[in-house]
């Protein structure tokens, strides 16, 4: 719990870890339940940990603190990210851009920001620059 960024909230709820949150944590917010399936994958020890949109619902504070999780449980496991936000997958070791169900380009992300291709266009699309500060390094 204390490598997913979860401990701290999961002791302020009522009954601390013997908490009830319901079926798929309805209790919980959209942040707090990504950080305790990214709990749940390290305490499984998962080889590898499949994520559909991590990101998705969260705040930009919620947001952060998932990242977070996800930097540290990307040292340990093999994960597969399916998203459409481009400040997880430029961490990634290798990033696999699909167009109508095809691989269209594959690669790192400085790799993929430099050439031609769908890659650096969903980067200027999005006004993302694709050279923003990374707080851990590339995988791999």
């Keep these: 719990a204390r490598a997913a ?30 950080r305790i399936a990214i709990a749940r994958a390290i305490v499984r020890d998962a080889p590898i940990v499949i994520l559909d949109e991590p990101l998705t619902g969260l705040d930009a504070t919620a947001a952060a603190v998932v990242m977070e999780a996800l930097e540290h449980l990307m040292k340990r496991k093999t994960i597969i990210i399916i998203t459409h936000h481009l400040s997880i997958v430029q961490r990634a070791a290798q990033i696999v851009v699909l167009a109508d169900g095809q691989i269209v380009q594959r690669g790192r ?31 791999g």
């Design 5 to 34: 960024n979860a401990h701290d909230f999961i002791m302020e709820l009522p009954e601390g870890y013997d908490t009830v949150v319901g079926e798929r944590g309805e209790t919980l917010s959209g942040g707090q339940r990504q």
């Design 109 to 139: 992300h400085r790799e993929l920001v430099e050439a031609e291709g769908l890659y650096r266009q969903l980067c200027e699309d999005s006004g993302y620059s694709g050279h923003e500060k990374r707080s851990v390094p590339e995988h």
